[in-house]
């Protein structure tokens, strides 16, 4: 099964936060016409998929993630007609365009909410999640993961709504049958335009379990929603429903952001058998920062526990499903910063050896905008100049309403805010990176200037020219999608190895995730074999049975 050949297998994904991608007109936000320009780009990397983050209608609460019109594009982002030679471009270069589908909850200002406001029995009511205070508060103790409560008060009715997520993010109910022929029709709208499939927002979340019992509070203001809406009671009902009425009729690609998924729940989602979806995204290698307040912390991952996740997820779905590999998207802090080493001396290096490591594992690898230049975090002085609402809330919780120190904030925001992953692509060495001849709606990495597209596609050594190279290389070696893995030397502290095998081949791939000279001993099996260096981050050295790696170095050799 797991050698079973799809196309979407065999994909490269590349996706396209499109506020930070590039500005055509000069008003300081990417828009459409920006990526038709940049196609070019993309089909020298040598993606053959883009997966763009959401360009509907939007009041921007949260950057698009809000949606106020499904079947219409956001004014800063163009028109329809914009999106429709985008796609039409994109697809005569070989590149499919995945869209973000995010149906757990609609902006406030979508017409099913406007209505559904309006009053009780209005049509449109049950469309949302509204309950009546208990005992003259809200309906329950729920907090928003965006900071706050998950409920808000609303006058006319004397009802609470609900929000998982930011106040202006109304969550949708998807036990009514009517929100559920809604949304299918609409994808199918889209999917009859021609798209390739869809990334579904946080899709693990549309069930909740129906009493909306309050959660546990661990100690904090607000009790835990997750229990009672992650993977919820009718889930996968609604997904079988959406595969047997949408999905199933078209030639396409579905990625579910699981939240909160375990192996188990991963092959409920998108077993091969499952009749709901083809992968999920996991999260749990980003997890492995998490500290005392959640997400928010400067805590540095430790490899054997990020090989224990990658490890676990690479053999348990073995046969059964298959993996989405990423290091980074538009929520998390960039790769190079987080898990290699940003340094002056090491960005580079280590970028490369991220990619490799990646790359070579089973399962389809994305590349959020600017991994593919090493892109770095960002460190702005003041909570002024971020614009993501999860930072900004959280920043005001913690700081003025708790009365955690300024600068640990500041210190978590340069380590994990979603803002990191959406300064501007940096594209060439002009003021603002390229990327706007106006004012940015966020402000670029001044590294700008060093790290930039235009600097790199010129240097057959740049981390461009290296991705280009990994993602070339799946194309000519089917080992690299369908091998079987194999870890090896779980205990080292400062290597990743791993072996890949198919019919008769072997792929050896080694990782020096430390700055330090590490030794590493060729497994007994392949000792004294000729093998072919298919990638390397360093120039090549003769192949020993003990070779010792430099500073972040990546090795793949062929058996
Ligand atoms: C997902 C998106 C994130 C968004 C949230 C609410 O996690 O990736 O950007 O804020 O859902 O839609
Ligand atoms: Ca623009």
């Given amino acids: 099964m797991n050698q079973e050949k799809v196309w979407w297998k065999e994909s490269v994904v590349y996706q396209i936060y499109p506020r930070s991608f590039k500005d055509s007109n000069g008003d300081g936000i990417g828009d459409l016409r920006g990526i038709i320009e940049k196609l070019d780009y993309l089909k020298d990397l040598g993606v053959t998929m883009v997966w763009l983050s959401p360009i509907y209608k939007s009041p921007n609460e949260d950057n698009g993630y809000d949606i106020s019109d499904y079947q219409d594009i956001m004014d800063d982002f163009g028109t329809m007609h914009d999106f429709d030679e985008l796609l039409s471009e994109a697809h005569k270069r070989g590149i499919k365009i995945i869209m973000d589908l995010v149906v757990n909850h609609t902006s406030d200002e979508h017409k099913w909410f406007i209505e559904s406001k309006k009053s009780i029995d209005n049509p449109y009511r049950e469309y949302y999640i509204w309950r009546k205070s208990k005992a003259g508060v809200e309906p329950n103790n729920w907090g928003s993961w965006f900071g706050g409560k998950a409920w808000e008060y609303d006058n006319a009715s004397d009802m609470y709504y609900l929000h998982i997520f930011a106040k202006k993010q109304p969550d949708l109910n998807w036990d009514n049958p009517k929100v559920r022929d809604e949304v299918f029709s609409m994808m199918t709208w889209w999917l009859d335009k021609g798209i390739d499939g869809f990334r579904m927002d946080v899709i693990s979340l549309i069930s909740k379990v129906k009493e909306l019992p309050d959660g546990d509070t661990h100690g904090g203001l607000y009790g835990d929603l997750a229990p009672y809406c992650i993977h919820g009671p009718n889930v996968h009902d609604y997904l079988k429903e959406m595969n047997e009425r949408v999905l199933s009729k078209y030639d396409i690609m579905t990625v579910g952001e699981a ?196 600097a790199q596609v010129n240097d057959e050594n740049s981390v461009y020219n290296y991705y280009k190279k990994l993602i070339s290389l799946r194309k000519e070696h089917e080992i690299i999608i369908y091998g079987d893995y194999e870890l090896l030397s779980p205990e080292d502290e400062n290597i990743y190895a791993y072996i890949r095998s198919f019919n008769n081949d072997k792929l050896l791939i080694i990782c020096n995730f430390s700055k330090y000279i590490m030794n590493f001993e060729i497994p007994k099996e392949l000792k004294g074999k000729e093998a072919k260096m298919l990638i390397s981050n360093y120039p090549e050295e003769k192949l020993a049975d003990n070779i010792s790696l430099r500073p972040y170095e990546a090795r793949v050799y062929k058996y």
């Fill in 259 to 454: 939240t909160g998924v375990t192996i188990e729940e991963a092959k409920k989602y998108a077993g091969y058998d499952s009749g709901e979806l083809d992968t999920v995204f996991q999260f749990e290698h980003m997890d492995l920062t998490n500290g005392e307040h959640g997400k928010w912390s400067n805590k540095r991952f430790s490899l054997l526990e990020l090989k224990k996740v990658f490890d676990k997820w690479q053999k348990g779905l073995k046969g059964e499903a298959w993996n989405c590999l990423f290091w980074s998207n538009h929520d998390q802090p960039r790769a190079v910063s987080r898990f290699g080493d940003d340094s002056h001396q090491y960005r580079e290096v280590s970028a490369k050896m991220l990619g490799t490591c990646l790359h070579m594992l089973q399962g389809t690898p994305y590349v959020y905008q600017g991994e593919e230049l090493g892109m770095t975090n960002v460190r702005f002085k003041s909570i002024d100049n971020y614009r993501d609402i999860e930072t900004i809330n959280t920043y005001n919780e913690n700081v003025n309403n708790r009365g955690l120190q300024p600068e640990i904030m500041m210190d978590y925001i340069y380590h994990v805010s979603r803002d990191n992953a959406r300064t501007p692509m940096q594209w060439d060495d002009t003021e603002n990176a390229g990327f706007t001849t106006g004012t940015p709606w966020i402000k670029v990495n001044d590294n700008y200037k060093k790290i930039n597209a235009k």
